[in-house]
């Protein structure tokens, strides 16, 4: 039935404050920033990797170790700093150039160019292992909070890729390689930190093409163990994946959701909603007396909005007073909430491998790997407290490939 504002005020469940961001295990304070790496790349990462791959291979007659791997690894985030060349030069890759340099004055006895470009070029984080084993590692480091955003990041590529998609609502990277991800946003720091991975990899050898919106859910739900956490956070999602199968499912199991909506996946309520909201800036609603939901559909003038459908099981009748005209029932706590996807997509950049990547496989894994180290320096900064110090991000990132050297050249690691 429609909800007129002057039937109450509605907002949000209430949040409790004691847990409202995620919270790290205890055990990490005081753990150093080559710490905390190596306990989300650990050894059942790397040994998922090297299975998947099926790889035990050598160079010039020896065979690589675990401890050069990690080498390897050491030296592919020191050369994240883009600071030391632009991408491309008339049309060559500057890497040679760069690695000469810098990486060899800094890295002493380091391994050389050509053994350093066999080891990262067939080493690598797979699609599946990103969204199996390493999803499982990200979310065992925190206690999740009151609500948990998923949403996607799509990377340009236009080389040649089994895993291509083309979503040209995506202004900045329209064809590439797509992956949805979903974040937590950290108490004491505020910052995004992602728990999970689910590529859109599309390839038979390495995933399921057909990839459905109940299938995602699914994962998330496993990801997170939903059913063992002592209380259900509100999933907030973008229109792409709340279709009539994945909300059934939510509803059945009670656990509530606040998430952006494709008018067309509810037409019913939809067309009865558009045909009252003619005019920007104005709004309707509409609530289910058997389901507890509320849809929401505004028309909005703000920049990137427009018109856009909310449906949520999270609004809860908070007063008899009639709703702010100006302020739709849950769309600011969505704004709120779907933030820290947005602000760590915009780090991601930051993090990237800046070089030409030797092949689609190359593209993938190192969006893979730029999650594993701002993941590393979010947890870092949250266990000291700290959302900015004397140290930026690109500095932590040196330290992390340094300390990481260190301990790798210590040959600390074994299959």
């Not at 000469?100 to 002493?108: A, D, I, N, R, S």
């Not at 499982?136 to 236009?158: A, L, P």
């Not at 390689?177 to 728990?195: N, R």
Request: aromatic fraction near 12%.
């Amino acid at each position: 039935r429609d909800l007129a504002p002057e039937e109450g005020t509605w907002d949000i469940i209430p949040i409790n404050a004691a847990h409202a961001g995620a919270t790290p295990l205890p055990e990490l304070r005081g753990k150093s920033i080559s710490d905390i790496f190596l306990l989300i790349m650990d050894l059942s990462v790397m040994e998922a990797c090297k299975s998947e791959l099926g790889w035990d291979f050598t160079f010039d007659g020896c065979k690589i170790t675990l401890s050069e791997v990690y080498e390897c690894f050491a030296l592919d985030l020191y050369l994240r700093q883009g600071r030391f060349a632009p991408r491309l030069r008339g049309g060559h890759d500057v890497l040679p150039g760069v690695w000469k340099e810098h990486v060899v004055p800094t890295f002493p006895g380091c391994m050389g160019y050509r053994r350093f470009r066999r080891i990262r070029n067939s080493f690598y984080l797979t699609p599946t292992v990103a969204k199996g084993i390493l999803s499982e590692r990200f979310r065992s480091f925190v206690r999740v909070g009151e609500f948990i955003t998923m949403d996607e990041k799509q990377k340009g590529f236009r080389g040649q890729s089994h895993c291509i998609k083309k979503v040209l609502s995506k202004k900045n990277d329209p064809v590439g390689h797509w992956t949805t991800q979903a974040c937590v946003q950290l108490h004491e720091t505020s910052l995004p930190y992602i728990i999970g991975l689910f590529p859109f990899d599309h390839c038979k050898k390495i995933g399921d093409p057909s990839i459905t919106m109940f299938s995602i859910w699914t994962w998330l739900l496993d990801v997170i163990k939903v059913d063992t956490i002592p209380h259900t956070p509100i999933f907030c999602t973008d229109s792409l994946y709340l279709d009539n199968a994945s909300r059934t499912m939510l509803l059945e199991r009670g656990i509530p959701f606040h998430c952006s909506a494709k008018t067309d996946r509810f037409s019913i309520i939809s067309i009865h909603m558009k045909a009252k909201v003619k005019e920007m800036d104005t709004w309707c609603c509409m609530y289910n007396t058997t389901t507890k939901e509320v849809a929401t559909y505004v028309w909005s003038s703000e920049k990137g909005v427009g018109k856009k459908l909310l449906v949520t099981s999270s609004l809860r009748k908070s007063s008899n007073a009639a709703h702010p005209i100006r302020t739709p029932p849950g769309w600011t706590e969505y704004k709120d909430m779907f933030s820290s996807c947005d602000k760590y997509n915009k780090k991601i950049g930051h993090y990237n491998w800046p070089y030409r990547p030797s092949c689609w496989q190359a593209h993938l894994a190192d969006m893979y790997l730029t999650h594993v180290v701002l993941n590393t320096i979010h947890i870092y900064r949250e266990c000291r407290h700290a959302v900015s110090d004397q140290l930026h991000d690109t500095s932590l990132l040196r330290q992390l490939a340094i300390e990481l050297y260190g301990r790798a050249k210590k040959n600390e690691f074994h299959w």
